[in-house]
């Protein structure tokens, strides 16, 4: 049962592109949605969270952008950087301290 | 200050073996958590304690896993019986305080090998 759907699964961009990652999740009781950014060989590391009681948040070239009653929520990079390229999860928390993580999405930006 | 660290980076084992991995958290965080991830696969949840007890074990998949934490500092993940299927990345995560919004910081993970 997957409770948190990500998509892509892998995505290219050229450099300063716009790169888009959408999640779908199941569970109202979810109430925290952070995004992961993972290089190969390291542990996965937050870049940015949101809460369901705001639309957008921006964070320098990241956005997340949230709507509530589709329950989606997407990740925007703009002007993609070759630096960028990584796997990104999108996770939702609700109840518990344990975050449920999508699947992944690999990113490469082409110079 | 030092990150969340791992060991062993890589463990290599023979099924049928007993394997333990160590998680050192950041120094002062209370909350530690263990993650299983699969290739292509996003984190999956084993188990989290609060300083020395697991508050939650329930994403330990039988009764094989077993993880401890005695100062409420180091934990060790033991899997007993190794199988070919446990091979993943092992990750260690540790954050101040539980709460809705702490942020877990992640080690950089152990590979699990079962031959």
């Known amino acids: 049962q997957q409770q948190v759907k990500q998509s892509p699964q892998s995505l290219i961009v050229q450099k300063g592109g716009i790169s888009i990652i959408n999640c779908a999740y199941e569970n109202t009781a979810f109430d925290y949605f952070p995004w992961y950014q993972q290089f190969p060989g390291k542990g996965p590391a937050l870049l940015i969270a949101i809460r369901p009681d705001v639309s957008e948040k921006k964070e320098g070239r990241f956005t997340i952008s949230f709507n509530k009653s589709a329950k989606q929520f997407s990740l925007h990079i703009m002007d993609s950087q070759p630096g960028d390229s990584a796997t990104y999860f999108c996770?939702?928390?609700?109840?518990?301290?344990?975050?449920?993580f999508g699947r992944g999405t690999s990113l490469i930006v082409h110079p | 200050g030092a990150g969340v660290s791992q060991t062993p980076s890589n463990k290599v084992t023979e099924k049928g073996k007993y394997v333990e991995l160590r998680c050192d958290p950041i120094?002062?965080?209370?909350?530690l958590y263990w993650y299983r991830q699969s290739l292509g696969q996003g984190p999956e949840f084993l188990i989290y304690f609060q300083g020395t007890g697991a508050a939650d074990d329930s994403g330990l998949p039988n009764d094989r896993f077993f993880a401890v934490r005695p100062e409420g500092s180091v934990s060790t993940l033991k899997i007993q019986r190794t199988e070919r299927g446990d091979s993943a990345v092992y990750l260690c995560?540790?954050?101040?305080?539980?709460?809705?919004?702490?942020?877990?910081?992640f080690g950089p993970g152990t590979r699990l090998t079962v031959l």
């Open positions: 996770a939702a928390r609700g109840g518990s301290y344990i975050p449920t």
């Open positions: 120094s002062g965080h209370t909350a």
């Open positions: 995560a540790s954050s101040l305080v539980p709460s809705g919004t702490d942020t877990q910081y």
